[in-house]
């Protein structure tokens, strides 16, 4: 574990001295990180003005408290890897990982651990900006803020064994921008993001629950927002415990057969 913490730090501090060579690249992803949920944001706050001023218990101040929290969940749990893994795998860029002593993985969970370190600087004061400037109305409780950052950290460790997984169809496919674009669209509205669930239907938001999406955005939002009742909490944090086992397990297996059929066909 030790020889393990100190690859990741070697890791952590290349990774972000690497990323801040492009400055440019860095804006142009914390717009679309942060111009994603303002959209929303304004859009539903519409919706409950036109509705006399709430939206089946949501608040226009409600609205802005969950979309300031989703934003920065959202940067917390999201990764990168599905767009480029199958870019590693055409040019041959994958083959140096395999000759390293441990497992790829660990490369990429250190190098998103560095884009959130160094962007967090620029979410977290555009989040308090956002909630003054639209008059965001947390109702939490202190419990529920700390049980908040295991629920964090377990949504960000499913998401990333999920979308990891997901990566690797690239070495069956050698491209999976179909995977991507059949993913994304189901993460935007299952997740929460593109809407609180309680506005869904219950067979949506039944279905939310059983596939992994809830447990990556929505859960840990309702929860930090005071939505949810200590046993709501509890089920929540078993349901992600399951999940993340069920993930785990499915990436390594899933790895063990797609490593076999690894070409580098670049090289």
Do not use: C
């Amino acid at each position: 574990m030790t020889g393990l913490a100190a690859i990741y730090r070697a890791q952590f501090k290349t990774s972000v001295a690497g990323m801040l060579q492009y400055r440019g690249a860095l804006v142009i992803w914390l717009l679309e990180l942060l111009l994603e949920p303002i959209i929303y944001l304004a859009v539903w706050r519409a919706v409950a003005s036109a509705q006399g001023g709430e939206v089946d218990g949501f608040t226009a101040g409600d609205f802005a408290a969950y979309f300031v929290a989703t934003m920065i969940i959202n940067h917390a749990t999201f990764t990168w890897i599905m767009w480029e893994f199958d870019w590693r795998v055409r040019q041959g860029s994958f083959s140096p990982l395999l000759l390293r002593p441990i497992h790829p993985i660990h490369k990429d969970i250190a190098e998103n651990l560095g884009y959130k370190y160094l962007t967090l600087s620029v979410i977290l004061p555009a989040a308090v900006v956002l909630a003054i400037t639209f008059d965001a109305r947390f109702d939490t409780s202190v419990w529920a803020v700390l049980a908040f950052v295991p629920a964090l950290v377990m949504a960000y460790g499913i998401r990333f064994a999920v979308e990891w997984t997901l990566a690797m169809t690239a070495f069956w496919t050698t491209r999976n921008g179909a995977v991507n674009q059949l993913y994304y669209p189901v993460l935007l509205f299952l997740s929460g993001q593109a809407a609180p669930l309680a506005l869904y239907p219950e067979p949506i938001r039944v279905l939310a629950a059983i596939l992994p999406f809830r447990w990556f955005v929505a859960f840990p939002a309702e929860l930090v927002l005071g939505r949810l009742s200590v046993r709501e909490t509890l089920l929540g944090f078993g349901a992600q415990a399951v999940w993340l086992a069920l993930a785990a397990v499915i990436l390594q297996a899933v790895w063990r057969r797609g490593i076999r059929r690894y070409s580098a066909v670049g090289a």
